[in-house]
């Protein structure tokens, strides 16, 4: 019988990537489940172009839209599907200025649901929750580090190698989104710990899924090459650029969910990404961009940083090696960036 995975967000597009890894890869039949918590993500949205294309290319998909889920409506479901795992992704670059009641519903009471769901329906189902490193809010800043023309650096060498999982969330600065992620992260912890299921957390920092256009706020590659593709002016919030972010593939990040489904580790948390290497500042990003697009990028840069968010941000991947040491980043943000530019060329040109 083939292996069921479901993949959950009120995100539809931001799973496209995933789904496409684990059909071709490792899954033959699985269910995407969208929600939309209090009709926060008008099922007409989430039936748009992703959908689409998800209908051409992944056969064997069964996809629907849940408004408005309610926990006893979701253990019938999963009762119904007896998923080998659950991939939960609810939160993938919410703006800071989004309806803060409506974040949380999305974030919070979601991943509550769908916990208490599996805890019902398939508790010895691997429960994977992507979650994201706005837990650490702007903290990062207090650390020691140097300014250089193109990007900042850590100088404190306690964190040379990047932040660890036992890096503080308390006394920083998250915004509202990042205070609804760290909610959501401490809930699934507490599955895993009270009611001992194989429940981890997937703290990833910059998620980069090429098919997803630009819907996701912390895609920075997919967010740059849409405006310098359509040219559209770019706005770079604070520090002329040379805040530091994390890159990482969805392709990537799906390969650690399938080492983590075939040997879950209850409770554990990991941040996601290939360490220093991985990374790129933002000022990097467009240039390159502009490199690989062959035209110009049209930038603006404002005074203001964005609420909540570090001047560097890259993950210290040793807990994570430690436990799957065959897992690692395949994809340079170079390469990664250069298949942005020619996936979001390709559905420009129709």
């Known amino acids: 019988m083939p292996k069921r995975l479901v993949i959950t967000s009120h995100r539809p597009s931001a799973g496209q990537e995933l789904i496409h890894t684990f059909i071709e890869e490792w899954y033959g039949v699985y269910g995407l489940y969208a929600f939309s918590p209090a009709g926060a993500w008008p099922a007409a949205d989430a039936g748009g172009l992703n959908r689409a294309v998800l209908d051409r290319q992944a056969a064997g998909l069964t996809c629907c839209i849940i408004d408005r889920p309610r926990v006893a409506d979701l253990v019938k479901l999963l009762r119904k599907i007896n998923p080998s795992a659950i991939v939960h992704a609810p939160l993938l670059g919410l703006p800071a200025s989004s309806p803060p009641l409506e974040d949380y519903q999305a974030v919070v009471n979601g991943t509550l649901s769908w916990l208490e769901a599996a805890r019902q329906a398939c508790p010895g189902a691997p429960f994977i929750y992507i979650s994201s490193t706005q837990v650490y809010g702007d903290r990062a800043n207090t650390i020691a580090m140097k300014e250089r023309a193109d990007r900042f650096e850590f100088t404190d060498p306690v964190y040379v190698e990047g932040l660890t999982e036992a890096f503080p969330i308390e006394g920083s600065n998250h915004s509202l989104p990042g205070a609804a992620a ?77 080492a983590i489904i075939q040997e879950p580790r209850p409770g554990e948390i990991y941040n996601v990404g290939g360490g220093k290497p991985g990374t790129c500042s933002i000022h990097e990003a467009m240039e390159w961009i502009e490199t690989v697009a062959g035209k110009p990028l049209s930038r603006r840069y404002s005074d203001v940083p964005p609420l909540g968010e570090p001047r560097c941000y890259y993950s210290d991947p040793r807990h994570l090696r430690d436990h799957y040491p065959k897992w690692q980043v395949t994809e340079p943000w170079k390469e990664l960036a250069r298949r942005v530019v020619e996936a979001q060329s390709a559905r420009l040109a129709g």
Do not use: W
Request: hydrophobic share 40%; aromatic share 6%; charged share 30%.
């Open 182 to 258: 760290v909610a959501a992260d401490v809930l699934a912890q507490e599955f895993a710990r009270s009611f001992h299921l194989p429940v981890c957390c997937l703290r990833v920092d910059s998620f980069c899924d090429p098919g997803n256009g630009r819907e996701d706020r912390r895609d920075i590659l997919s967010q740059i090459a849409h405006c310098c593709l359509t040219e559209t002016e770019y706005v770079v919030h604070g520090d002329r650029g040379r805040q530091v972010r994390e890159i990482i593939s969805a392709r990537d990040v799906a390969t650690l969910i399938e």
